[in-house]
């Protein structure tokens, strides 16, 4: 297993489009984060999956942003009618249960919207 | 006011120097990592704590759960320790600090 992998690494959209990114998260590990981070900031929490369950979602995470596990296994998050302010890095996560243990973090997808 | 604190926000060092930088929480936790990102996005987790203290080669966290404060040290600091080190309590979800820029010139 080499990790958490998300794809794709870089998205340039027009304003407006749809994208949609992919976490495949360590294979063994039954929780998934989502975060986004803005240059020069930490990450900020909008979701995350216990299996195919969605137990949270930030209030960040607006009518236009959807996340999916469907099997428990990879994720994908999808922004629709994307704005500017969606311009950012958007980071998986993933962990045992919870993150008493190590948590591991994929490289990112480095969204631009212009 | 920010759940997570950290201090402080920029920090630069000439090589060899003892590092700290201090993390401060009002959140009830169970546990808190001390993550490591270098620019272009990667982030590594460093340590997870639970109580006391850890330590890896010249890495050392401490954690005060009552005070709800933490720190982490690098001793005899290095150029290829230059990164954005960020404190993460855990609730049932990480929470992020703004993270701890370090420069350290040879």
């Known amino acids: 297993d080499t990790g958490v992998s998300q794809d794709p690494r870089h998205k340039i959209t027009k304003r407006g489009q749809n994208v949609t990114f992919r976490c495949d998260p360590i294979s063994e590990h039954n929780r998934l984060y989502w975060y986004r981070q803005t240059l020069g900031q930490g990450p900020e929490f909008l979701t995350y999956f216990q299996n195919e369950a969605q137990l949270e979602k930030s209030r960040l995470l607006s009518d236009r942003f959807s996340a999916e596990r469907p099997k428990g296994s990879f994720s994908t998050l999808e922004i629709q009618r994307t704005e500017q302010g969606d311009s950012a890095m958007y980071l998986c996560?993933?962990?045992?249960?919870?993150?008493?243990?190590?948590?591991?973090f994929g490289q990112g997808t480095r969204l631009t919207v212009v | 006011k920010n759940e997570v604190e950290q201090s402080p926000q920029n920090l630069t060092a000439q090589e060899g120097e003892f590092i700290t930088i201090n993390c401060s929480y009002s959140v009830g936790i169970s546990a808190l990592h001390w993550l490591q990102q270098h620019p272009g996005g990667g982030i590594v987790s460093l340590f997870m704590?639970?109580?006391g203290k850890k330590k890896h080669g010249r890495l050392i966290a401490t954690i005060n759960i009552q005070e709800k404060h933490s720190s982490l040290h690098i001793t005899a600091s290095h150029p290829r320790d230059s990164a954005v080190y960020i404190c993460?309590?855990?609730?049932?979800?990480?929470?992020f600090g703004t993270g701890t820029r370090l420069q350290v010139f040879p």
């Open positions: 993460a309590p855990f609730t049932d979800k990480l929470i």
């Open positions: 704590l639970s109580s």
């Open positions: 996560a993933s962990s045992y249960r919870d993150m008493n243990t190590e948590a591991f």
